[in-house]
């Protein structure tokens, strides 16, 4: 009764709900029920993930599901499973939630239960829409509300259109979307679930703006403003200030358009702080639950060893008392028993030399995880002292341009500056997030048949700017009709890593020679620089094949970097079977050779 009262309240009061939950799991565990134990962990994990504790939620789905399997309650499995792609979620791993939530979907139908088909397609459809599959969200959608029409269920139809909503308003098909959030937002008001009530307000205000009825947003999002604030509600207030900034600025009420945006940089700001902790708390206690399992195998191991020793050790003691007692008669069974004790000696000696592998694996292991920890702390503190700068200095002058204090011909002097440090975070941003996406397990690499002016001539463009700031000549001598075997897109980070160094090291005035020619069956691309050169130290720890980041250098004009740039480009020529070398003098420049396969044309054979 404990674990349904739980599951009931569960959604609407989370501080009864949490304590008839830590009941349910103490009396379970008093009378030594696993089934109960498991439904009371179950209800903890999702209470924790309501609350933001995303390391408990983890802990406690995790019994459940281990409990589930071991007393084959499939049904907690499912709900278990539903937590646990809830955190993956969270985690923004949406392909990973999307497996746990069609595990759970299967089970579902097998139980023939509704409630857990039902949640599964939603979940499933929320996370498709996250990753811009927008058909495959909106197949889930409509196959949810057909099962919502046989269950009857009021909150999950809300749910359900609130996707189906979102799918059309990213699809640019606005009118439909308004008409879909208005039926959600009714059927959330009936059921008074106000967190619902204000996630649909903010989107149904944003589409009645993108349809032209700044008038009717701000009416809606203002209703949404005010229950987000009464119940503190902040990622719903975040949004709701941001698009509530866009309706007063477009209707020209430009005070209450900055204080909108001003409230909305505070909390998102916060919430950003908080996101970022608290996925890393889970991915901490994901970590400790893992290494925590393994100690546990590892004693288990050394407790089935002493075991073992034990009953050998009691063995041969009766083995010499009998042998005293029937010594004459029992020699030659004395003898094969002794020969039975040294086969069992012998694999008592290869289990421990297992398990000490096994010990050195694991401590290789968290070896690993350890320097894994200060390689993401390095890129956080990369994040927040590389990238502050150009982004402040970008605020300031906007802000200078929204108050009319900055005159065109002022703002005009100054937007180069502004233009080469937005070019030069875009570079940033795009070799972390490039760099976390080739981590991923579900990365793969796309190799075809590729032109080099093709991919080579975006990157030029993208970083003329600086070129021109230090008044550098570019020239280019490719091959023309060559194809190499390449991923365009991990390409162009290449491309763009090593032309942005050449720059960035480049002394004024000077030039960049790049140009490619073949050598057998690879095609070599040569990009060229005449400035300062490239240290020894950064050549030979570029060289090693253990990824690091490297310690960035200012440029010839105190350019700043993150020393992340020459490391990615290394991992990814490595994924596309080609190679990187880079040679330099000091003071005379740096060349740098890109090699990958030539796409071989066969002619056509007459016989």
Not at 263 to 284: G, M, T, V, W, Y
Request: hydrophobic residues 40%.
């Amino acid at each position: 009764m404990l674990n349904k009262l739980t599951f009931e309240l569960r959604e609407k009061d989370i501080p009864r709900a949490i304590e008839l939950a830590e009941r349910a799991e103490a009396l379970a565990i008093d009378i030594r029920d696993s089934l109960q134990l498991a439904r009371a962990k179950g209800n903890l994990g999702w209470i924790n993930y309501r609350l933001g504790v995303w390391d408990k939620a983890f802990r406690y789905s995790r019994d459940a599901y281990m409990i589930g399997i071991g007393q084959n309650d499939q049904r907690e499995l499912a709900m278990t499973l539903n937590n646990l792609g809830a955190l993956y979620y969270q985690q923004r791993n949406y392909n990973e939630a999307i497996r746990k939530f069609k595990e759970a979907y299967e089970i579902g139908l097998k139980l023939e239960d509704p409630f857990i088909i039902i949640r599964s397609l939603n979940n499933i459809a929320l996370n498709y829409s996250k990753t811009e599959r927008l058909d495959s969200a909106l197949h889930y959608a409509k196959e949810a509300l057909r099962q919502n029409e046989a269950a009857g269920s009021i909150y999950f139809t809300s749910f359900t259109n609130r996707v189906i909503g979102d799918v059309y308003l990213a699809k640019g098909e606005v009118k439909e979307a308004i008409e879909i959030y208005e039926y959600s937002l009714e059927a959330a008001s009936h059921q008074k679930l106000q967190s619902f009530e204000a996630s649909i307000l903010h989107r149904l205000g944003k589409a009645y703006f993108k349809d032209g009825n700044p008038d009717k947003a701000i009416s809606i999002l203002e209703r949404g403003k005010e229950i987000s604030k009464e119940n503190g509600f902040q990622d719903e207030l975040a949004q709701t200030l941001k698009n509530l900034a866009e309706a007063y600025d477009y209707i020209g009420n430009v005070p209450l358009a900055f204080e909108n945006f001003k409230l909305f940089i505070e909390i998102n700001d916060s919430l950003d702080e908080k996101a970022d902790k608290d996925r890393l708390a889970l991915i901490q206690g994901m970590f400790e639950v893992e290494k925590s399992d393994a100690e546990v195998k590892y004693l288990k191991s050394e407790n089935k060893l002493q075991e073992l020793r034990i009953r050998n050790f009691r063995l041969l003691f009766f083995i010499l008392i009998i042998s005293a007692l029937l010594l004459g008669s029992l020699l030659i069974w004395l003898y094969m028993m002794n020969k039975k004790t040294k086969a069992i000696n012998k694999d008592l000696f290869e289990k421990q030399e297992k398990v000490n592998q096994q010990k050195a694996k694991l401590e290789l292991q968290s070896k690993e995880l350890n320097n894994s920890n200060k390689l993401k702390n390095k890129l956080f503190s990369i994040l927040g002292h590389d990238l502050k700068s150009p982004v402040s200095q970008l605020q300031s002058v906007l802000g200078l341009v929204n108050n009319q204090e900055l005159s065109r011909e002022e703002f005009s002097t100054i937007s180069h500056i502004l233009k080469r440090n937005v070019d030069s975070l875009y570079m940033v941003l795009d070799n972390i997030l490039s760099w976390s996406k080739s981590q991923m397990e579900s990365f793969k690499v796309q190799l075809s048949p590729t032109k080099l002016e093709a991919t080579l001539n975006p990157c030029i463009e993208l970083l003329q700017t600086q070129a021109l700031a230090k008044e550098l000549t570019i020239h280019t001598d490719l091959e023309s009709d060559v194809k190499v075997w390449a991923d365009q897109d991990l390409l162009q980070v290449i491309l763009r890593n090593i032309l942005s160094n050449a720059i960035k090291f480049s002394k004024k005035g000077s030039k960049i020679d790049i140009k490619s020619f073949s050598e057998g069956n690879q095609v070599i691309l040569e990009i060229r620089d005449y400035g300062i050169g490239m240290p020894a130290k950064i050549l030979e720890s570029f060289g090693s094949e253990q990824f690091s980041i490297l310690e960035s250098r200012p440029g010839t004009e105190k350019e700043k970097g993150t020393g992340l740039g020459l490391n990615i480009s290394k991992e990814f020529i490595v994924l596309m079977d080609g190679d990187l070398i880079f040679s330099s003098q000091k003071g005379k420049g740096t060349s740098a050779k890109i090699k990958l396969k030539k796409v071989q044309v066969i002619s056509e054979i007459k016989v």
